[in-house]
């Protein structure tokens, strides 16, 4: 399947971790470079780990920019940063890291975790008042 301009942002979250990702809205664009149309923003990124994302990156990068025809141009928004200019995001990104580890820990089953017979567990019955 080919990968087209609206896919973007959604492979690169998929190579991210799920990592909250998407293009500059054309009325949050300031300045005039070239490239402006092809800058991605990844959301909640400590400084620390922005070169360990550009290196995720870098296997599929040669690809997106056949796609965009030219470079791919990423704006990093640092957690703090992503608290107060997008506020919908941190919080989304922090229950969606949440809804991962619920799933996580669910799913795999672990020596600390308490065995039971679902056949002895008492029934819940809810009375009319």
């Known amino acids: 399947m080919a990968t087209t301009f609206a896919d973007i942002p959604g492979r690169v979250a998929e190579l991210l971790g799920g990592r909250i990702v998407q293009w500059v809205p054309p009325d949050r664009r300031v300045g ?7 800058t991605l923003e990844i959301f909640d990124v400590p400084p620390d780990q922005q070169r360990k994302i550009l290196r995720q990156l870098y296997p599929a990068r040669a690809g997106i920019e056949r796609v965009l025809g030219g470079p791919l141009i990423i704006l990093f928004h640092t957690p703090q940063a992503t608290q107060r200019l997008y506020p919908e995001f941190s919080a989304a990104h922090k229950y969606r890291a949440l809804a991962a580890r619920m799933a996580d820990w669910t799913q795999t089953p672990g020596a600390d ?7 002895d567990v008492a029934r819940l019955t809810v009375e009319a008042a």
């Open 113 to 119: 975790q308490p065995t039971f017979d679902p056949d």
């Open 32 to 38: 005039d470079y070239e490239g402006r149309h092809r």
